[in-house]
């Protein structure tokens, strides 16, 4: 008879596993501030943008219309935390290559020095496609003001190596405009977790309409 | 004399284990300058990033011009460099506040690093070497 109390632990555990895969994973949360629209609190979203990329193409919130994406600041002659950042990016641009659902956004903190062509240049040499990765440029304060809705802080500072101190989040932002994760961009194991995030998000936008909207 | 033989014994487990350490890594303060000069924008695996900032690991450039890296090392780097095959041409900034000897000792580190095995510069000759310099490798001087 040990052979049917056998089956039948096999049986439930099969049973147990088939329902862990197919429970949805907790979706993540909506990190952004809770803010008064119209009579009713709702979480901030990433506010209205003009920017312009590495090809002199427009990159505006309507770029990344039905998409998630990922955002992060940086400049190109940054001589500190920069060049791991934009590793890990390419990390995650290469694992998302065919994922048309998720695009990359890197702003540069150093509009004097990062025109157009510096960002083509850049970009270009790392060989990145620039309808999946947008280099952007734009007006310092417009660049400067975002940082702050996407988590970072960038301040001009002479006396650092480059000229700037400037917060190395990479974050991800969902089809509604709100910030679901973010990592430290210098930090490998928090990258690894943050490209599970980055998977969950995919798995939810497959699954449901888009949380908070 | 009961405690004779253990302390014997634990001064030669002691000795045994400073040794190892050493031979384990004779470049521990080149590594410790590499980590907190070098390797943000080199990485710690010396493998630069893609396109834009040269390798250090099995680098064809560190083979052949072992002569300036004292140089690069201090004063940085502008222009066009052929590494393994590719052409960098960023600015390199270098690094003014380490000494002579301090740059020996990265230069050794990374010479030896990663699969690296391209010799050991000494003191004198990267003493000699950053008496002839005093600008960018690469720029007009």
């Known amino acids: ?213 | 004399m009961k405690w004779k033989i253990p302390s014997l014994l634990a001064a030669s487990v002691l000795f045994a284990l400073l040794f190892s350490d050493c031979q384990d890594n004779p470049y521990k303060q080149g590594e410790i300058l590499y980590t907190n000069y070098c390797a943000s924008c080199h990485m710690d695996d010396g493998t630069g990033l893609q396109g834009n900032i040269p390798p250090l690991a099995n680098a064809d450039y560190l083979k052949t011009d072992q002569d300036k890296l004292a140089c690069i090392t201090r004063y940085g780097m502008v222009g066009e460099v052929m590494v393994n095959g590719e052409t960098y041409n960023n600015v390199m900034p270098g690094v003014p506040e380490l000494s002579a000897f301090e740059i020996t000792n990265v230069i050794n580190y990374i010479n030896h690093a990663w699969g690296n095995d391209y010799g050991l510069a000494k003191y004198d000759e990267v003493k000699a070497a950053l008496e002839q310099c005093d600008a960018p490798v690469g720029s007009a001087q």
């Open chain 1, 1 to 213: 008879m040990r052979w049917i109390a056998d089956t039948l632990i096999a049986f439930t555990l099969l049973i147990v596993g088939v329902a862990a895969c197919d429970s949805d994973p907790e979706p993540l949360p909506v990190l952004n501030k809770r803010v008064e629209v119209e009579g009713q609190m709702q979480p901030q979203r990433i506010p209205e943008f003009t920017f312009i990329n590495q090809d002199s193409q427009l990159v505006t919130r309507e770029t990344f219309a039905g998409k998630a994406y990922v955002a992060d600041f940086f400049f190109t002659s940054c001589p500190t935390i920069c060049p791991i950042m934009t590793r890990n990016m390419l990390k995650i641009y290469r694992q998302f290559e065919e994922e048309e659902r998720l695009l990359l956004l890197s702003h540069t903190i150093d509009p004097g020095r990062d025109s157009v062509g510096q960002l083509h240049r850049y970009a270009e040499n790392i060989g990145v496609s620039s309808g999946k990765w947008h280099f952007v440029t734009g007006q310092k304060d417009s660049l400067y003001a975002i940082a702050d809705d996407y988590f970072n802080v960038v301040v001009e500072d002479p006396t650092l190596p480059g000229g700037y101190d400037h917060s190395g989040r990479l974050v991800l932002i969902d089809t509604a405009g709100h910030i679901r994760a973010y990592c430290n961009g210098t930090n490998d194991e928090e990258v690894q977790q943050f490209i599970k995030d980055i998977q969950r998000l995919l798995h939810e936008m497959e699954n449901s309409e888009p949380a908070g909207s």
